[in-house]
Nanobody, 121 residues
Framework: QVQLVESGGGLVQAGGSLRLSCAAS????????MAWYRQAPGKQRELVAI???????HYADFVKGRFTISRDNAKNTVYLHMNSLKPEDTAVYYC???????????????WGQGTQVTVSS
């Protein structure tokens, strides 16, 4: 079994910054893609950013130039650096990871429990 635990959420004023962390632990041989999603009240969960094991990234248009995703493979951890935050960034932020438990096995997708980010105007 694998657990992903997010941290770093909180309340921040518009224009401020936060750094989210998501640490994976458990039965892990390797983690392929890791991603951050968010879900605002009454809305569907949406992709924010994704990073593969080699460090290639993809961002949703609404965060390009403001958010940066990074990872530390040795620590099985993914980060989301959020700058120039806007009230519309308010949401619960979730991380996920495609985990390989053993060599040459398929991956399984795991999600964290989410961390609240609230941006006040």
């Amino acid at each position: 079994q694998v657990q992903l635990v997010e941290s770093g959420g909180g309340l921040v004023q518009a224009g401020g910054s936060l750094r989210l962390s998501c640490a994976a632990s458990g039965s892990i041989f390797s983690i392929n893609d890791m991603a951050w999603y968010r879900q605002a009240p009454g809305k569907q969960r949406e992709l924010v950013a994704i990073i593969n094991r080699g460090g290639s990234t993809h961002y949703a248009d609404f965060v390009k130039g403001r958010f940066t995703i990074s990872r530390d493979n040795a620590k099985n951890t993914v980060y989301l650096h959020m700058n120039s935050l806007k009230p519309e960034d308010t949401a619960v932020y979730y991380c996920n990871g495609n985990v390989q438990h053993l060599p040459n096995q398929n991956t399984n997708l795991y999600w964290g429990q989410g961390t609240q980010v609230t941006v006040s105007s």
